[in-house]
Protein backbone atom coordinates (compact mmCIF):
# COMPACT_ATOMS: atom_id res chain seq x y z
CA UNK A 1 0.00 0.00 0.00
CA UNK A 2 1.76 3.57 -1.35
CA UNK A 3 0.36 6.59 -0.82
CA UNK A 4 -0.88 6.97 -4.46
CA UNK A 5 -2.66 3.49 -4.20
CA UNK A 6 -5.95 4.76 -5.54
CA UNK A 7 -7.58 2.49 -3.29
CA UNK A 8 -6.13 4.24 -0.64
CA UNK A 9 -6.98 7.81 -2.17
CA UNK A 10 -10.56 6.65 -2.57
CA UNK A 11 -11.22 5.39 0.86
CA UNK A 12 -9.85 8.81 2.53
CA UNK A 13 -12.65 10.43 -0.08
CA UNK A 14 -15.12 8.36 0.96
CA UNK A 15 -14.38 8.68 4.81
CA UNK A 16 -14.53 12.60 4.33
CA UNK A 17 -18.13 12.55 2.97
CA UNK A 18 -19.77 9.75 5.33
CA UNK A 19 -21.50 11.31 7.64
CA UNK A 20 -23.29 8.13 9.33
CA UNK A 21 -22.24 6.74 12.93
CA UNK A 22 -18.80 5.52 13.55
CA UNK A 23 -19.91 2.29 13.51
CA UNK A 24 -22.01 2.42 10.36
CA UNK A 25 -18.47 4.64 8.69
CA UNK A 26 -16.08 2.15 9.68
CA UNK A 27 -18.72 -0.74 8.38
CA UNK A 28 -19.19 0.81 5.02
CA UNK A 29 -15.54 1.99 4.75
CA UNK A 30 -14.20 -2.17 5.53
CA UNK A 31 -17.18 -3.24 2.93
CA UNK A 32 -15.82 -0.50 0.57
CA UNK A 33 -12.21 -2.07 0.56
CA UNK A 34 -13.01 -5.72 0.98
CA UNK A 35 -15.39 -5.02 -2.56
CA UNK A 36 -12.32 -2.63 -4.26
CA UNK A 37 -9.59 -5.65 -3.05
CA UNK A 38 -12.11 -8.38 -4.72
CA UNK A 39 -11.85 -6.38 -7.84
CA UNK A 40 -8.22 -5.79 -7.95
CA UNK A 41 -7.82 -9.93 -6.61
CA UNK A 42 -9.89 -10.61 -9.96
CA UNK A 43 -7.05 -8.70 -12.09
CA UNK A 44 -9.35 -5.32 -12.39
CA UNK A 45 -6.66 -2.18 -12.51
CA UNK A 46 -6.86 -0.31 -9.24
CA UNK A 47 -8.17 2.96 -10.75
CA UNK A 48 -10.55 0.81 -13.11
CA UNK A 49 -12.27 -0.47 -9.61
CA UNK A 50 -12.69 2.85 -7.98
CA UNK A 51 -14.01 4.29 -11.57
CA UNK A 52 -16.51 1.10 -11.26
CA UNK A 53 -17.36 1.78 -7.48
CA UNK A 54 -19.03 5.19 -8.50
CA UNK A 55 -17.50 8.50 -7.19
CA UNK A 56 -16.84 8.98 -3.67
CA UNK A 57 -19.50 11.56 -2.95
CA UNK A 58 -22.46 9.84 -4.68
CA UNK A 59 -21.72 6.48 -2.65
CA UNK A 60 -21.42 8.49 0.01
CA UNK A 61 -24.62 9.84 -0.27
CA UNK A 62 -26.35 6.90 -0.98
CA UNK A 63 -25.32 5.20 2.29
CA UNK A 64 -25.59 8.53 4.07
CA UNK A 65 -29.45 8.85 2.89
CA UNK A 66 -30.13 4.54 4.17
CA UNK A 67 -28.44 5.11 7.52
CA UNK A 68 -29.59 8.99 8.43
CA UNK A 69 -26.93 11.00 10.13
CA UNK A 70 -27.07 11.31 14.01
CA UNK A 71 -28.35 14.68 15.04
CA UNK A 72 -24.95 15.35 17.26
CA UNK A 73 -22.90 14.97 13.61
CA UNK A 74 -25.73 17.54 11.66
CA UNK A 75 -25.27 19.78 14.64
CA UNK A 76 -22.06 19.91 14.93
CA UNK A 77 -20.43 21.32 12.01
CA UNK A 78 -23.05 24.57 12.12
CA UNK A 79 -22.06 24.93 15.70
CA UNK A 80 -18.29 24.99 15.04
CA UNK A 81 -18.97 27.49 12.62
CA UNK A 82 -20.89 29.72 14.98
CA UNK A 83 -18.20 29.24 17.29
CA UNK A 84 -16.08 32.29 15.99
CA UNK A 85 -18.41 34.95 15.15
CA UNK A 86 -19.67 34.17 18.22
CA UNK A 87 -16.80 34.68 20.28
CA UNK A 88 -15.58 37.65 18.57
CA UNK A 89 -18.82 38.75 19.02
CA UNK A 90 -18.55 38.58 22.63
CA UNK A 91 -14.95 40.32 23.09
CA UNK A 92 -16.12 43.33 21.05
CA UNK A 93 -20.18 44.23 22.41
CA UNK A 94 -20.78 46.25 24.87
CA UNK A 95 -21.64 45.67 28.45
CA UNK A 96 -25.11 45.46 27.51
CA UNK A 97 -24.53 43.33 24.74
CA UNK A 98 -23.05 41.13 27.12
CA UNK A 99 -25.70 41.04 29.41
CA UNK A 100 -28.48 40.23 26.60
CA UNK A 101 -26.39 37.16 25.08
CA UNK A 102 -25.93 36.22 28.86
CA UNK A 103 -29.58 36.67 29.43
CA UNK A 104 -30.61 34.37 25.67
CA UNK A 105 -27.84 31.87 27.07
CA UNK A 106 -30.08 32.02 30.26
CA UNK A 107 -33.51 31.38 29.25
CA UNK A 108 -31.51 28.64 26.69
CA UNK A 109 -29.88 26.40 29.09
CA UNK A 110 -30.64 28.22 32.69
CA UNK A 111 -30.08 31.25 34.87
CA UNK A 112 -26.96 29.78 36.76
CA UNK A 113 -24.95 28.52 33.35
CA UNK A 114 -25.78 32.16 32.25
CA UNK A 115 -24.35 34.16 35.02
CA UNK A 116 -21.37 31.70 35.17
CA UNK A 117 -20.82 32.35 32.01
CA UNK A 118 -21.29 36.09 32.10
CA UNK A 119 -18.46 36.40 35.27
CA UNK A 120 -16.23 33.61 33.80
CA UNK A 121 -16.27 35.29 30.00
CA UNK A 122 -16.83 38.87 30.06
CA UNK A 123 -13.88 40.90 29.80
CA UNK A 124 -13.49 43.75 32.36
CA UNK A 125 -14.09 47.61 31.51
CA UNK A 126 -10.72 49.60 31.84
CA UNK A 127 -10.79 52.78 32.81
CA UNK A 128 -7.96 55.67 33.51
CA UNK A 129 -7.84 55.22 37.20
CA UNK A 130 -6.54 51.31 36.56
CA UNK A 131 -3.57 52.41 34.72
CA UNK A 132 -1.41 52.99 37.83
CA UNK A 133 -1.88 49.02 38.72
CA UNK A 134 -0.79 47.82 35.54
CA UNK A 135 2.74 48.03 35.81
CA UNK A 136 2.40 46.13 39.14
CA UNK A 137 0.16 43.60 37.79
CA UNK A 138 2.63 42.92 35.00
CA UNK A 139 6.01 42.94 37.73
CA UNK A 140 7.70 46.10 36.25
CA UNK A 141 7.27 47.83 39.77
CA UNK A 142 9.84 44.95 41.02
CA UNK A 143 12.35 45.13 38.44
CA UNK A 144 12.45 49.13 37.57
CA UNK A 145 11.20 50.53 41.19
CA UNK A 146 12.19 53.91 39.65
CA UNK A 147 9.54 53.94 36.74
CA UNK A 148 6.22 55.49 37.77
CA UNK A 149 3.04 55.51 35.60
CA UNK A 150 0.72 57.99 35.06
CA UNK A 151 -2.74 57.94 32.36
CA UNK A 152 -0.84 60.36 29.49
CA UNK A 153 -2.95 63.62 29.30
CA UNK B 1 -35.90 2.81 -14.45
CA UNK B 2 -33.27 0.07 -12.54
CA UNK B 3 -33.77 2.04 -9.69
CA UNK B 4 -37.19 1.11 -8.34
CA UNK B 5 -36.12 -2.57 -9.14
CA UNK B 6 -32.46 -3.30 -7.64
CA UNK B 7 -34.01 -4.36 -4.11
CA UNK B 8 -35.92 -6.71 -6.29
CA UNK B 9 -32.69 -7.97 -7.91
CA UNK B 10 -30.67 -8.31 -5.32
CA UNK B 11 -33.28 -10.48 -3.16
CA UNK B 12 -33.38 -12.57 -6.35
CA UNK B 13 -29.78 -13.14 -6.67
CA UNK B 14 -29.49 -13.63 -2.53
CA UNK B 15 -31.83 -16.39 -3.35
CA UNK B 16 -29.11 -18.24 -4.61
CA UNK B 17 -27.42 -18.21 -1.26
CA UNK B 18 -25.82 -16.40 1.04
CA UNK B 19 -23.13 -13.48 -1.09
CA UNK B 20 -20.80 -10.92 -0.29
CA UNK B 21 -20.89 -7.60 -1.89
CA UNK B 22 -18.53 -8.07 -4.87
CA UNK B 23 -20.25 -11.33 -5.60
CA UNK B 24 -23.65 -9.58 -5.92
CA UNK B 25 -22.08 -7.03 -8.20
CA UNK B 26 -20.32 -9.59 -10.37
CA UNK B 27 -23.55 -12.25 -10.29
CA UNK B 28 -25.85 -9.09 -11.38
CA UNK B 29 -23.55 -8.52 -14.29
CA UNK B 30 -23.15 -12.00 -15.94
CA UNK B 31 -26.76 -13.10 -15.04
CA UNK B 32 -28.21 -10.49 -16.76
CA UNK B 33 -25.48 -10.69 -19.90
CA UNK B 34 -24.06 -7.57 -19.04
CA UNK B 35 -27.38 -5.57 -19.23
CA UNK B 36 -27.24 -4.22 -16.05
CA UNK B 37 -23.83 -2.27 -14.96
CA UNK B 38 -24.68 0.10 -12.05
CA UNK B 39 -22.04 1.78 -10.43
CA UNK B 40 -20.62 -0.82 -7.51
CA UNK B 41 -20.80 1.30 -4.57
CA UNK B 42 -24.79 1.84 -5.21
CA UNK B 43 -25.31 -2.09 -4.39
CA UNK B 44 -23.69 -1.44 -0.63
CA UNK B 45 -26.10 1.60 0.75
CA UNK B 46 -29.14 -0.92 -0.79
CA UNK B 47 -28.45 -4.37 0.78
CA UNK B 48 -28.11 -2.17 4.04
CA UNK B 49 -31.26 -0.55 3.37
CA UNK B 50 -33.01 -3.91 2.72
CA UNK B 51 -30.97 -5.05 6.24
CA UNK B 52 -32.10 -2.53 7.70
CA UNK B 53 -35.86 -3.70 6.79
CA UNK B 54 -35.26 -7.28 7.66
CA UNK B 55 -34.91 -8.97 4.08
CA UNK B 56 -31.55 -9.61 4.31
CA UNK B 57 -28.85 -10.49 7.23
CA UNK B 58 -25.21 -9.82 7.50
CA UNK B 59 -22.15 -11.17 9.25
CA UNK B 60 -18.41 -10.88 8.80
CA UNK B 61 -16.46 -13.58 7.12
CA UNK B 62 -13.01 -14.31 6.72
CA UNK B 63 -12.23 -16.09 3.83
CA UNK B 64 -9.02 -16.67 1.85
CA UNK B 65 -7.53 -14.13 4.58
CA UNK B 66 -9.67 -11.38 3.36
CA UNK B 67 -12.39 -10.20 5.96
CA UNK B 68 -15.79 -9.98 3.71
CA UNK B 69 -19.38 -8.80 4.35
CA UNK B 70 -21.99 -11.72 3.68
CA UNK B 71 -25.35 -11.08 2.91
CA UNK B 72 -28.22 -13.53 3.36
CA UNK B 73 -31.79 -13.95 2.63
CA UNK B 74 -34.34 -14.22 5.73
CA UNK B 75 -37.09 -15.44 5.73
CA UNK B 76 -38.85 -12.12 5.24
CA UNK B 77 -37.08 -11.39 2.68
CA UNK B 78 -38.05 -14.78 0.73
CA UNK B 79 -41.85 -13.44 1.02
CA UNK B 80 -41.09 -9.90 0.17
CA UNK B 81 -38.84 -11.37 -2.76
CA UNK B 82 -42.31 -14.13 -3.88
CA UNK B 83 -44.66 -10.71 -3.69
CA UNK B 84 -42.52 -8.53 -5.43
CA UNK B 85 -41.98 -11.17 -8.15
CA UNK B 86 -45.28 -11.61 -8.72
CA UNK B 87 -46.14 -8.14 -8.98
CA UNK B 88 -42.64 -8.16 -11.46
CA UNK B 89 -44.72 -10.49 -13.27
CA UNK B 90 -47.95 -9.06 -13.80
CA UNK B 91 -46.12 -5.47 -14.73
CA UNK B 92 -43.89 -7.27 -17.27
CA UNK B 93 -46.74 -8.83 -18.87
CA UNK B 94 -48.83 -5.40 -19.01
CA UNK B 95 -46.13 -4.06 -21.05
CA UNK B 96 -46.04 -6.65 -23.11
CA UNK B 97 -49.34 -6.87 -23.95
CA UNK B 98 -49.28 -3.09 -25.24
CA UNK B 99 -45.99 -3.36 -27.03
CA UNK B 100 -47.21 -6.46 -29.12
Not at chain 1, 55 to 78: E, H, W
Not at chain 2, 19 to 40: F, K, M, N, R, W
Not at chain 2, 91 to 97: K, T
Amino acid sequence: VTQDDPIEVYLDQLLVELRGSPRMVRRVLAESEAHLRDAVGDGVDPGEAVRRFGDARSVAVACNRQTGVPVSVLLRQPLLAACLPASVGWRTTSGLGQWLSAALVSAAVGAAFGMWLLRTLRHPQYAEEHAPAWPEAAGWRRRRPSITWSWPS
Amino acid sequence: MLKGHLDLLLLGLLRRGPQHGYAVITGLAELSGGHIDLPEGTVCPALHKLEAGGLVASEWSTSDGRKRRVYALTGDGRAALAARQEKWSLFSRGVEAVLA
